[in-house]
């Protein structure tokens, strides 16, 4: 199976990646992770992308669209493949479908979670990452068990630079303007489920696991 995760910054996109990528047995794949990862390593693309990332823009379609090209055409991604976080623009959303065309891949869905606007502050300020395995937590809605560890690795949980109010405050307006154009684009193409993700995380896990008829 072969989907895309869409939603705004906040959403639950990355939490129920991690589930639904294990449950389906397919590869998850986040652009915002690969670009941390590069960043970490301090190659050339991360020293690119970081000073439109501390800022809450969008790294050039032209870098995202390399990128992601790049991953899909490794072998892992032959079991299927979700995307999270990739396309942003429509630009992207058409290059997707161009190079999953070229590869002979036929996408199977487009997730789609919805928030109101209001939550997603909150949602990202008390958000914590494992430094380890990019597992995402929240101070309040989704605590880990020892406090600053990952549940699943033990690695420490920090704080990502971009979830302080003012950048998250610009990257829901670049969602908005941006991003959102996207779910008339695949509704238009019949591949959207749309999901309420003002609920629990197991119960969006399972809106979305009967969206797809599992
Ligand atoms: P995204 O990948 O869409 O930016 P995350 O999956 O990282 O979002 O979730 C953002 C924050 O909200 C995290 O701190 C996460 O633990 C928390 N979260 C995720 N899903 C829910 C939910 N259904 N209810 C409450 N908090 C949630
Ligand atoms: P995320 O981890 O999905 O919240 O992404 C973090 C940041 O990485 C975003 O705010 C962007 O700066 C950058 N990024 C990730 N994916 C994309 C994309 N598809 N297009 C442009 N920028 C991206």
Redesign the pocket.
Known sequence: MNLLIM?P???????QAETLAQELQITNISTGDMFREAIRQGTEMGKKAKEYMEMGELVPDSVVVGITRERLSQPDCARGFLLDGFPRTVVQAEALEDMLETMGIVLDGVINIAVPREKLLE??T??RICRNCGA???LR??KPKVENKCDACGGELYQRSDDNEVVVNNRLDIYESKTEPLIDYYASRSLLKNIN?D???EK?LADILASLGK
């Open positions: 939603g910054p906040g959403a639950g996109k990355g939490t949602r990202l008390g958000r995402s937590y929240h809605y989704n993700g609920q629990d995380i969006v």
